[in-house]
């Protein structure tokens, strides 16, 4: 029953704020909410800033795309529809290796963040591993890397199968 009450006394205020709304026309915006509007610091999504990537295939064929900062390596790929075979099986959740990819030395000292246990289990998996592999559903793209370039290895090894 306290519960009840609790439940009713914190809905009241929301009640009226509701039934308040009802007195002003329908492209009017309530008072509180202009000054919330007025007041945000963030950005859009839509107005993240744009980042480039190109892959290098084990041919020489190198593919240029475009992501936001926020995306993963695998999120690009997603939406520019690359056609790497098999890439990104498991979607990102660590279940596979069939998104490794092996970055310049310099860009993969300059990685945000480290390679997890779990990340390193699956590239233990993959085919071609070298020092600087790392899998492209766990690289957040940054602003710093902007234009780096990555190879694809020549095939995959999809650790689920």
Same mark, same amino acid.
């Given at each position: 029953?306290?519960? +009840?009450?609790?439940?009713?006394?914190?809905?009241?205020?929301?009640?009226?704020?509701?039934?308040?709304?009802?007195?002003?026309?329908?492209? #009017?915006?309530?008072?509180?909410?202009?000054?919330?509007?007025?007041?945000?610091?963030?950005?859009?999504?839509?107005?993240?800033?744009? @980042?480039?990537? #190109?892959?290098?295939?084990?041919?020489?064929?190198?593919?240029?795309?475009?992501?936001? +900062?926020?995306?993963?390596?695998?999120?690009?790929?997603?939406?520019?529809?690359?056609?790497?075979?098999?890439?990104?099986?498991?979607?990102?959740?660590?279940?596979?290796?069939?998104?490794?990819?092996?970055?310049?030395?310099? @860009?993969?000292?300059?990685?945000?963040?480290?390679? #997890?246990?779990?990340?390193?289990? &699956?590239?233990?998996?993959?085919?071609?591993?070298?020092?600087?592999?790392?899998?492209?559903?766990?690289?957040? &793209?940054?602003?710093?890397?902007?234009?780096?370039? @990555?190879? @694809?290895?020549?095939?995959?090894?999809?650790?689920?199968?």
């Amino acid at each position: 029953m306290a519960l +009840v009450n609790q439940l009713q006394r914190f809905s009241r205020p929301i009640l009226k704020i509701a039934s308040n709304y009802s007195k002003y026309p329908s492209n #009017t915006t309530l008072p509180f909410l202009q000054a919330a509007r007025s007041t945000s610091t963030t950005k859009p999504l839509s107005e993240k800033e744009e @980042v480039s990537i #190109t892959f290098v295939r084990a041919n020489g064929e190198r593919i240029k795309a475009k992501g936001k +900062v926020g995306d993963t390596i695998l999120d690009i790929v997603v939406n520019n529809e690359i056609d790497l075979d098999g890439y990104g099986a498991c979607e990102g959740t660590l279940t596979c290796s069939t998104c490794h990819l092996i970055f310049p030395k310099e @860009v993969y000292d300059a990685l945000p963040d480290k390679p #997890t246990d779990e990340e390193l289990d &699956m590239l233990d998996l993959a085919y071609e591993l070298t020092d600087t592999s790392r899998l492209g559903c766990q690289i957040v &793209m940054t602003k710093d890397l902007d234009g780096i370039e @990555v190879r @694809v290895p020549t095939t995959i090894n999809d650790a689920r199968a």
